[in-house]
């Protein structure tokens, strides 16, 4: 798996802050662009111990398996597994909540490697001049939600803002992906579809038709009651997906280094006015 990580995908994960909360909603959506967070690891060790297990897979390529027998002894000797009584910040009340277990080091593992092998990828397509494309495709998974199977084979400008609120991930398990597109990669599909190979037990396979037009775009309602937000979130977008993690992590990620650039510059001037070695 390691040679297919691009390296601005490790970095992604590596540069991450680590940032508690007792809820998944606690966290929301761009607030992920920068910091790392496991719904109630409210122990800053715990959550780097998480934090530096998944990085550590993602760097040598390692399976899920490899990833939870590394990790799960850790957090069971720390404390933080099984259901727990645990006092919520936001409401002061007691919840019985779901500490460590094998179903969410399998979510932990596979949510996180899959946004950042997706930021990558954006990071990659944005840079290309030869690929002013990007191509929506649904994963290997046995049940796809409606929306997803909809916009599979989509092709449309990489700077379309149909991506803003559709570049996947796009919901818990949702394991659809993009590709890029060269402007002749793009005619070759027109004329002959877009290939796809059988599955592992032989099955499947052809080819699709490319849509080449953005779809419209239905919203629903969702109320954040923890941040106080309401929002529209588009059909077949789980509300903690309602962003562009790719074009939002650029950003923000852009702006987090002109911040330290700025810092060592303060730093600099005040040493040096402190040794008197100012003009």
């Not at 700077?159 to 559709?166: G, I, K, R």
Request: proline residues 6%; aromatic residues 10%.
């Amino acid at each position: 798996m390691s040679n297919l990580i691009p390296k601005q995908a490790l970095e992604y994960l590596k540069h991450k802050t680590l940032k508690v909360g007792f809820s998944y909603k606690d966290v929301w959506q761009e607030e992920h662009a920068i910091a790392f967070t496991v719904a109630k690891a409210m122990q800053l060790d715990i959550l780097a111990d998480i934090h530096n297990a998944v990085t550590e897979a993602m760097e040598k390529g390692q399976s899920f398996e490899t990833f939870k027998k590394n990790i799960k002894s850790l957090l069971q000797q720390k404390g933080w597994w099984g259901k727990k009584d645990l006092p919520d910040p936001l409401t002061g009340e007691t919840v019985n909540a779901q500490l460590g277990s094998d179903r969410r080091l399998k979510t932990i593992y596979r949510v996180n490697m899959r946004s950042a092998y997706q930021k990558g990828q954006y990071d990659r397509t944005m840079e290309s001049d030869l690929h002013p494309y990007l191509l929506y495709r649904i994963g290997p998974s046995v049940h796809h939600r409606k929306e997803h199977l909809s916009w599979d084979g989509l092709i449309l400008p990489k700077d379309d803002p149909w991506w803003d609120s559709h570049f996947p991930p796009k919901g818990w398990n949702c394991k659809c992906y993009t590709r890029a597109v060269t402007e002749a990669r793009l005619k070759k599909y027109q004329a002959q579809g877009i290939p796809v190979p059988p599955r592992a037990d032989g099955s499947g396979g052809g080819t699709i038709r490319v849509k080449t037009v953005a779809p419209e775009i239905r919203y629903k309602t969702y109320v954040n009651e923890r941040k106080g937000t309401v929002e529209q979130v588009p059909e077949g977008v789980d509300p903690a997906f309602n962003w562009n993690q790719g074009k939002v992590s650029r950003s923000a990620r852009a702006e987090q280094t002109l911040q330290e650039v700025r810092k060592q510059y303060t730093r600099t001037i005040t040493e040096q006015a402190a040794q008197g070695s100012m003009p």
